[in-house]
């Protein structure tokens, strides 16, 4: 069957040159983008109930942008200023780039790992007199704080934005010859705004083991 349709499980790319854009055009497919799950920012009065004092801290470990701009939301609500001499451990290049929107480089002491948390945690076990901040979301992957402890380094996660199942109700009647989706979240949020959703012939394609595993979990064929 030849694809006509597909929905992507993320918002619409805001740069011109998206593969998206130019599969669309070369294949003459159809590519809507809708977002299955957001993320919402935890209040600073839940974040003080987590026993959380930012003067307290001397180094920020910044998985992901939302961490970036969550942490720096919450300084301002809490009307904390950020020292110059805090400690930036950014997991990817992408997210110290992303940093700079907040920062001056220049003047800030950041620490950069290559792609994933794996890759960054060498560079943090050389501060080990730091007391890392760990800000970061309701759902974060099991291998983060597991490789903090095993690093032995002083360190304290605190929940700082959730992430939300989108409202999907106005897709109920609609369908599409291809769904794409790259986390857990998404294929939860596919079945908790369409319980008995059947696969049909929709094509099912996933990024990441954990994504994969989720949909054939839930009964999915992953193509």
């Keep these: 069957m030849k694809v006509k349709t597909i929905l992507v499980s993320q918002p619409e790319p805001k740069i011109e040159n998206s593969p998206y854009f130019d599969l669309q055009e070369k294949q003459k497919v159809k590519i809507d983008f809708r977002p299955f799950?957001?993320?919402?920012?935890?209040?600073?009065?839940?974040?003080?109930?987590?026993?959380?004092d930012l003067n307290n801290y001397s180094a920020i470990i910044l998985t992901?942008?939302?961490?970036?701009?969550?942490?720096?939301?919450?300084?301002?609500?809490?009307?904390?200023?950020?020292?110059?001499?805090?400690?930036?451990?950014?997991?990817?290049?992408?997210?110290?780039?992303?940093?700079?929107?907040?920062?001056?480089?220049?003047?800030?002491?950041?620490?950069?790992?290559?792609r994933n948390f794996a890759e960054l945690s060498p560079?943090?076990?050389?501060?080990?007199?730091?007391?890392?901040?760990?800000?970061?979301?309701?759902?974060l992957k099991s291998e983060v704080p597991e490789t903090l402890n095993a690093l032995g380094v002083d360190w304290k996660e605190a929940v700082f934005y959730r992430t939300v199942i989108s409202d999907l109700s106005d897709l109920a009647d609609v369908y599409y010859?291809?769904?794409?989706?790259?986390?857990p979240s998404g294929i939860e949020s596919l079945f908790h705004n369409f319980p008995g959703f059947k696969q049909n012939n929709t094509r099912i394609s996933a990024f990441g083991n954990t994504t994969i595993k989720t949909a054939q979990d839930k009964g999915l064929v992953v193509n």
């Design 64 to 114: 992901s942008r939302n961490s970036v701009d969550h942490f720096f939301r919450v300084a301002e609500e809490m009307r904390f200023k950020v020292p110059d001499t805090l400690k930036y451990f950014c997991q990817s290049e992408a997210v110290a780039f992303y940093l700079q929107k907040y920062v001056v480089y220049r003047k800030r002491k950041i620490y950069v790992g290559k």
């Design 37 to 52: 799950i957001h993320v919402e920012g935890v209040p600073s009065k839940e974040i003080r109930q987590q026993k959380v």
């Design 177 to 183: 010859d291809v769904l794409v989706f790259f986390s």
């Design 123 to 139: 560079i943090i076990k050389k501060y080990k007199d730091e007391k890392f901040l760990l800000p970061t979301t309701d759902k």
